[in-house]
Structure formats: structure tokens, C-alpha cells
T-cell receptor, first 115, second 111 residues
Framework: AQKITQTQPGMFVQEKEAVTLDCTYDTSDPSYGLFWYKQPSSGEMIFLIYQGSYDQQNATEGRYSLNFQKARKSANLVISASQLGDSAMYFCAMREKGKGGKLIFGQGTELSVKP | NAGVTQTPKFRVLKTGQSMTLLCAQDMNHEYMYWYRQDPGMGLRLIHYSVGEGTTAKGEVPDGYNVSRLKKQNFLLGLESAAPSQTSVYFC??????????FGPGTRLTVT
């Protein structure tokens, strides 16, 4: 069965430094997509970045990049030059092909950026 | 362009009462979803719809019903609320299997 695991319940990072949030997944489907969402304390879910299983290059969106290691089934989020506004919960999610776009979410990592 | 909106934002119910949560999107998305989020957990899918007039069960469908009579609306119903349904409910929509856009959430408490 498909599963997403985020093993870091909480992380701290100093402002302006880079941080990596871990995500591993389990699926038997060769076609899938991986997403990262940010949930600030206000509660909304904000889409950050997407990686397709057949994409040759790691996805990047501004200060966000996805370190995709297919053989290890990992899809870590890297945030460069952390800002105070990056403090939030971060969720990794997976979508399998043919499942109506359904997302399976991990339990999340709470990131705190220190000034 | 309001994106995805949810009504109401907050609600308190007594055990056994019923209610309907409304989700509306103005992005002409085919796919819509209802999730719940409990403390310390990620989102879990309740029901979803891949088009007007179609619905399907997600991971935790028990105690909920849904309807998609219009493309832009997706309703989530609780026929007989239970304390276990205390949660934050999120609606989302997507253009097929692209990234999902989420509403602001509805905080529901069942006493």
C-alpha cells in the first residue's frame, strides 16, 4: 500500500541557512507524483513544489528544491536561505496514477526558523 | 478570482446533529476533494469527485456523504455528528491530477 513517511516531527534552522526536510515514500506504481505543501499557523495549505516520477531533473521553485532519489524512494525538500516566514508545518504528499488525483499525506514536519 | 472557498469557517455541533459543509471553486476544475486534519496528523481523504455527478470514497468515508450536483460545488454532509468527527475539514480542487488548491478550512467541534 502506498505510504508517505516524514521522520522529523520538528526541525530548527537559523535564519539565512539552508534546511532539508525528509520524505520517504512507498509505492509499487511506476507512475506517481510527489508534492510538498506548507501550512503556516494561519492554517491554509500552500502548494510549494511538484516532482513527477519520470522527471529527469530535480524540481526547483525559487528557494525550494526537491532532492529526488528514486532508487531510495526519497523526495526531500530543501529550503535555501531560510526566512522567518518559513516557520510552518510542511507536508509531503504522493499521488498515484489512475487514483483520481488522490493525495496521500505524511504526518508533517514543523519547521522553526530562528533569528 | 476567489479560488476555493468553504462555508462555514467554524461550527459547533451537538452529538447527533446534522450539517452540510459547502465548498465552491471558480477555477473550472474537474476534480474536487474533501480532507480532514486531526491534531499532529497529515490530511486524510474523506471523499472525492472527478466530475459533476460523480463521487467516490477516500480513506476515511464512514459517517460522511457528499454530492457534486454542479461542477463548481462539492458538498460534505454529516448526517449524525459524533465527537470523533471533531476536526478541521479542508476542501481542495485540481485540474485533473495537477496540484491541488485548498480552501481555508472549516473547524468543526462536536460536543
Amino acid at each position: 500500500a502506498q505510504k508517505i513517511t516524514q521522520t522529523q516531527p520538528g526541525m530548527f534552522v537559523q535564519e539565512k541557512e539552508a534546511v532539508t526536510l525528509d520524505c520517504t515514500y512507498d509505492t509499487s506504481d511506476p507512475s506517481y507524483g510527489l508534492f510538498w505543501y506548507k501550512q503556516p499557523s494561519s492554517g491554509e495549505m500552500i502548494f510549494l513544489i511538484y516532482q513527477g516520477s519520470y522527471d529527469q531533473q530535480n524540481a526547483t521553485e525559487g528557494r525550494y528544491s526537491l532532492n529526488f532519489q528514486k532508487a531510495r524512494k526519497s523526495a526531500n525538500l530543501v529550503i535555501s536561505a531560510s526566512q522567518l516566514g518559513d516557520s510552518a508545518m510542511y507536508f509531503c504528499a504522493m499521488r498515484e496514477k489512475g487514483k483520481g488525483g488522490k493525495l496521500i499525506f505524511g504526518q508533517g514536519t514543523e519547521l522553526s526558523v530562528k533569528p | 478570482n476567489a479560488g476555493v472557498t468553504q462555508t462555514p469557517k467554524f461550527r459547533v455541533l451537538k452529538t447527533g446533529q446534522s450539517m452540510t459543509l459547502l465548498c465552491a471553486q471558480d477555477m473550472n476544475h474537474e476534480y474536487m476533494y474533501w480532507y480532514r486534519q486531526d491534531p499532529g496528523m497529515g490530511l486524510r481523504l474523506i471523499h472525492y469527485s472527478v466530475g459533476e455527478g460523480t463521487t467516490a470514497k477516500g480513506e476515511v468515508p464512514d459517517g460522511y456523504n457528499v454530492s457534486r450536483l454542479k461542477k463548481q460545488n462539492f458538498l460534505l454532509g454529516l448526517e449524525s455528528a459524533a465527537p470523533s468527527q471533531t476536526s478541521v475539514y479542508f476542501c481542495a480542487s485540481s485540474y485533473r491530477t495537477d496540484e491541488q488548491y485548498f480552501g481555508p478550512g472549516t473547524r468543526l467541534t462536536v460536543t
